[in-house]
């Protein structure tokens, strides 16, 4: 069953890596238009490029950011350390939705597009750090 509302808004995929990280990082889809309130599903795709086994976490941000507090992931690879064995490929899913309540606030009910996006920055391994 779909919780959804009826209207729709637009989510744009958008994904960086930081400079020292050997991996293409990109949306499977580069947007998708979905209903406020359904849950919906975006898959991101990586592959470490390199030799060596490299783990990386993810950083988001939503814009525009008053619409932030509305889009709500249910389950995210940002969750979570992402480890990339030399050579690998992986997809990682997003479960989302929008918040229905979006609809009942002035400054973004009118909004039609929200940008989600990522970047993935390498994660020391611990023997570095102190």
């Known amino acids: ?47 470490n490029r390199s030799d060596r086994v490299i783990t990386g976490t993810a950083a988001f941000n939503v814009t525009p950011e008053q619409a932030g ?27 989302y939705y929008v918040d229905p309540k979006i609809l009942d606030d002035e400054d973004n009910k009118d909004t039609q597009q929200i940008t989600l996006s990522y970047t993935f920055n390498p994660v020391e391994p611990s023997e570095k750090q102190g």
Not at 4 to 29: C, H, L, M, Q, Y
Not at 83 to 95: A, D, F, H, K, S
Request: proline fraction near 5%; glycine fraction near 6%; charged fraction near 20%.
């Open 69 to 95: 507090k509305y889009f709500v992931k249910i389950q995210c690879f940002c969750f979570t350390q992402q480890t990339l064995q030399p050579g690998e490929e992986v997809r990682m899913p997003v479960i």
């Open 1 to 47: 069953k779909n919780a959804g509302t009826g209207k729709a808004v637009t989510i744009r995929f958008d994904s960086n890596v930081a400079e020292n990280i050997p991996w293409d990082f990109r949306p499977e889809a580069e947007r998708n238009t979905v209903t406020i309130g359904a849950r919906n599903l975006a898959v991101y795709l990586a592959h």
